[in-house]
């Protein structure tokens, strides 16, 4: 019988040194069962009991050359593994904006693309994510102060993210949570997957995380005049002054905004504007 090798990179919290042995933790991975969460190609989410408590943990078994060629003829920079999440979720706990905290975080040596990693993460419980709060108003239609409030949260905790470096490249309301005890405290953020983090984060980036975000409310009650919160609590600034500063900016947040909403209903991702 072979000897196990250990992982190129590995961290293992104390509280779970008994359960996960490095020199195994990504066989372990792939073999540990549990509710599947999400799964498509080339990474799938199971929600696990371990040692009496709820985690979450995150399967990359490598993007292959096909999905790498696929990225790259798209210009978009593929997510290799697990790497990402692991050292976003770090990073955030370090400047004090909630995330999930990680428990484990394993990724094997070899080319990047066809990699095992994974990333394990304790539960956000408490919490709801904004896409599940939204789908009530269907039923029972918030008031205007409601929808105020939430809106300045979202804007706040968009502030504090892009300040602190990092665009998530997946910012939709349904990785944003609110906590259910205490609904007026800051806000939350999960699959960091995709996040990047940059010493000064460049325009383009933040326009894109900025029109993902406007899209996924385009159907809720959101008016005009509570996007216009969102930039005034955003930007920190007079809307006076930010329209005359960074107007074509913010046109084009929305421009963006609009074609993304456009193809969603293309493909029946949305209602249609009929």
């Known amino acids: ?45 199971l929600k696990i009991d371990l040692a009496g408590r709820t985690l979450y943990l995150k399967l990359h078994t490598g993007i292959g050359l096909k999905e790498l060629f ?35 975080f394993a990724r094997s040596g070899g080319p990047a693309w066809k990699q095992r990693s994974l990333v394990l993460s304790d539960e956000l419980s408490g919490f709801e994510d904004l896409e599940t709060l939204s ?24 502030r504090a993210f892009h300040d602190a470096g990092l665009v998530h490249r997946d910012f939709y309301i349904c990785h944003l949570l609110r906590s259910t005890d205490h609904p007026e405290s800051p806000l939350a953020v999960l699959d960091l997957h995709r996040a990047r983090r940059f010493a000064e984060l460049p325009a383009r980036w933040r326009l894109r995380d900025l029109a993902a ?5 385009l159907d809720l009650p959101v008016s005009r005049r509570d ?9 920190g600034q007079p809307l006076r002054r930010t329209f005359v500063e960074d107007g074509n900016f913010w046109r084009a947040v929305h421009r963006r905004a609009e074609r993304l909403h456009a193809k969603a209903r293309r493909k029946g991702l949305r209602p249609s504007a009929g």
């Open 1 to 45: 019988m072979s000897r196990p090798q250990y992982p190129a990179e590995c961290f293992v919290r104390e509280d779970l040194s008994e359960c996960l042995a490095p020199e195994t933790i990504l066989d372990w991975g792939a073999e540990v069962t549990g509710q599947i969460v999400r799964a498509v190609t080339g990474r799938r989410t």
């Open 70 to 104: 696929k990225n790259w003829l798209s210009f978009r920079q593929p997510v290799f593994g697990a790497r990402n999440e692991y050292q976003a979720c770090r990073y955030l706990e370090s400047v004090g904006i909630r995330a999930p905290i990680i428990a484990a």
């Open 135 to 158: 789908l009530r108003w269907a039923v029972q239609p918030p008031d205007g102060r409601e929808v105020r409030a939430l809106v300045m949260q979202v804007a706040a905790f968009a």
């Open 213 to 217: 975000l406007q899209f996924s409310v």
């Open 227 to 235: 996007w216009l919160r969102f930039v005034r609590v955003y930007t």
